[in-house]
Structures are given as structure tokens and as C-alpha cells.
């Protein structure tokens, strides 16, 4: 369960979260680590109906101020987690770790357990045939759509090479307010193209 308080302006996250070692998949970080810094957008389509991806996916304990998290004592950032409702996904870490779509699932259900839609507790789950318990069947389909295409990627999808965030978009939504900038990728610039889009739909097939 996840309960939040307002306190003069602070929104305060507590939950029932699991940490390092206990259902994270990745080694937590006491601070979020900006070395390498990218923002993939996420959106998920349930025949036709959008998706929320939660805030504060893979942290446990977070302060959550001005939209920005900062640590706490028993603070935990998995490198892949979220901040706000977006969609935007952020990894932050201090390796150059080629996370994937199937990663940020796993963080996700590790963090939740389950997602609600329309009043329906459905499994954090995806693969090519099955998106949060909706399953391909013979008038359905799960579909990978990246920059508009078509991908057969899947779980296995780099998200590290598919950053969302630039200097054209940073300061309108769903960049701002908690992605403002453009990627940071170690000591030099990013080398890949920003502006990218990451759809998974399921829907009929008729």
C-alpha cells in the first residue's frame, strides 16, 4: 500500500515497498546518480484506454519535493524508477548498464505487485503475448511500437539508446517537471537520437 501525506508542501511517500536484496532486482543507491541519465517515455494502451505508470517506481522511501526526489536515511533508488506519472522512465546510474523494457517491468512489479485498471488488480507483466494480464489470443494482440514501428524487441528493448528528452522539449510536459534536461551519457555527449516513443498496445487484431 502506498500512502501519501501532504506536509507544508512536501508530498511524503511511505509504503510497504520492498528493498535491496528483498525483491529489487537491481543493488539500490543511497542518492540517485546522474553519470548516466536518460529519460524513455512509456505509454501503454489497453484497448484504447491509457495506462498510468506510477510515481516513485523502484524507491522506497522517497521525499518527494517539487517533484524531484531526494534521499532520505533509508532512502533506495533502483537506477531505473520513476518520479512522477508521466511516463517518462529515468535511468540514473553510475554505469553504463544497457537496461531493457523487461528490466524496468521487473522494478515495477517489485515496487507494486499489481496495477489497477478499472477496478481490476491485473499482474505487472510483458512479452509478446501478454501486457499487465491482457493476453494475445485470436482477435488480440500485444504490440511493440517504437517511434511509430513495429519491434520485435520486446522485454529485450534497450532503453538506454532511446531517450525522450531534449532541449526542445524539456520544459513542457511530460519532460517538465521532473526530466528538464537533455540525456547525460558518462563523460561525453549522448550518441543517439532523442525525441523517441515507446507504445504498447493491446488491441484487436481483426
Known amino acids: 500500500m502506498l500512502l501519501v501525506a501532504a506536509v507544508a508542501g512536501i508530498v511524503l511517500y511511505t509504503s510497504a515497498q520492498v528493498g535491496a536484496g528483498s525483491g529489487f532486482p537491481f543493488p539500490c543507491l543511497q542518492n540517485e546518480e546522474l553519470y548516466y541519465h536518460v529519460h524513455p517515455y512509456l505509454r501503454i494502451v489497453i484497448d484504447g484506454q491509457n495506462v498510468t505508470i506510477p510515481t516513485a517506481v523502484g524507491i522506497e522511501n522517497p521525499v518527494i519535493e517539487q517533484g524531484l526526489a531526494s534521499g532520505g536515511l533509508n532512502s533506495c533508488f533502483e537506477p531505473l524508477h520513476t518520479h512522477d506519472d508521466s511516463g517518462i522512465?529515468?535511468?540514473?546510474?553510475?554505469?553504463?548498464?544497457?537496461?531493457?523494457?523487461?528490466?524496468?517491468?521487473?522494478?515495477?512489479?517489485?515496487?507494486?505487485?499489481?496495477?489497477?485498471?478499472d477496478g481490476v488488480a491485473h499482474p505487472i507483466v510483458f512479452n509478446q503475448t501478454d501486457i499487465l494480464g491482457f493476453k494475445a489470443d485470436?482477435?488480440?494482440?500485444?504490440?511493440?511500437?517504437?517511434?511509430?514501428?513495429?519491434?520485435?524487441?520486446?522485454g529485450a528493448?534497450?532503453?538506454?539508446?532511446?531517450?525522450?528528452?531534449?532541449?526542445?522539449?524539456?520544459?513542457?510536459?511530460?519532460?517538465?517537471p521532473t526530466a528538464p534536461g537533455g540525456p547525460q551519457y558518462g563523460s561525453g555527449g549522448y550518441p543517439y537520437p532523442t525525441g523517441n516513443t515507446i507504445v504498447i498496445e493491446y488491441s484487436s487484431s481483426t
Do not use: M, R
Open 89 to 117: 522512465l529515468h535511468i540514473e546510474s553510475n554505469t553504463n548498464t544497457t537496461y531493457t523494457l523487461g528490466d524496468f517491468f521487473e522494478v515495477w512489479s517489485a515496487t507494486y505487485h499489481t496495477v489497477s485498471i
Open 138 to 154: 485470436g482477435s488480440h494482440q500485444v504490440v511493440l511500437l517504437v517511434n511509430g514501428k513495429p519491434s520485435n524487441a520486446y
Open 157 to 176: 528493448l534497450s532503453l538506454v539508446q532511446l531517450d525522450y528528452c531534449n532541449s526542445a522539449n524539456a520544459q513542457a510536459p511530460p519532460c517538465y
